[in-house]
């Protein structure tokens, strides 16, 4: 049984209030940083877009952590892809006549 405008209201409960501000926690190398940065969700997702971390003022990441961390990233992505086109491999193996039933009939 669907509810009348039960998805609206679930939405509503799930999706963020894109005005408001949060706090995320600065994303430096310092292992004594305990920074907090308020920012909106747009701001949030406009860093994230870049590429960028969330970083307290005066809080810097240098050139060479940057590309680290984007290769590191790009090298986890393609080795989540690999994975993921390797399982798509074996499901349509899987799902394929073998060749001595296409040869039987």
């Known amino acids: 049984m669907e509810l009348p405008g039960a998805d609206a209201g679930l939405r509503q409960e799930i999706e963020p209030d894109r005005s408001a501000t949060w706090e995320f926690i600065c994303e430096c190398n310092r292992p004594d940083c305990e920074a907090r940065v308020v920012l909106s969700l747009p701001q ?18 240098t050139h060479g952590q940057r590309a680290r961390r984007i290769a590191t990233e790009l090298r986890d992505n393609a ?15 899987r799902g394929r006549p073998s060749a001595r039933r296409s040869t039987d009939s």
């Open 79 to 93: 080795a989540a892809l690999r994975a993921q086109a390797q399982q798509q491999f074996e499901r349509a193996a």
């Open 44 to 61: 949030y997702e406009a860093l994230r877009a870049r590429r960028d971390r969330v970083l307290a003022p005066g809080h810097e990441e």
